[in-house]
């Protein structure tokens, strides 16, 4: 759930600055006035409706991309998971995510352990 939202709050904080992007557009020119950039201070004053409308959809568009991972990722956690390393076979306790455990029932999974030990025997990890 904290996943959910710190993504959230940084959805939040993506749409704030978009909707200050104006002003930070009025500042971005004013600092290119203090450096003398007369090029740069004339293509912003002539595109700036342009140029703010752009920014805007772009911080908006990375907001709810940000936003719905966030869900998504909360969503399909499926917690503290013991995990075994495929190529060394060691074990650890850590978090892992996926979609498809979530969707397994205890009796699907004692259903399908023999026949992932059958499998692990007749193909052995180590030759």
């Not at 293509?43 to 991309?65: N, P």
């Not at 719905?68 to 892992?96: I, K, M, P, Q």
């Amino acid at each position: 759930m904290l996943g959910v939202l710190l993504f959230t709050l940084a959805s939040l904080a993506l749409l704030a600055v978009a909707i200050a992007v104006p002003k930070l557009m009025r500042l971005r020119i004013r600092f290119f006035k203090w450096i003398h950039w007369t090029w740069a201070v004339r293509v912003h004053e002539e595109h700036f409706e342009r140029l703010v409308l752009v920014r805007r959809i772009v911080l908006i568009g990375l907001a709810g991309v940000l936003f719905w991972f966030g869900v998504a990722s909360a969503l399909y956690c499926d917690g503290d998971t013991t995990v075994r390393c495929s190529s060394c076979a060691r074990e650890s306790t850590g978090r892992v995510r996926n979609a498809r455990t979530t969707c397994i029932t205890p009796e699907q999974i004692a259903e399908a352990q023999p026949f992932a030990r059958e499998w692990d025997e007749a193909h052995p990890r180590n030759p």
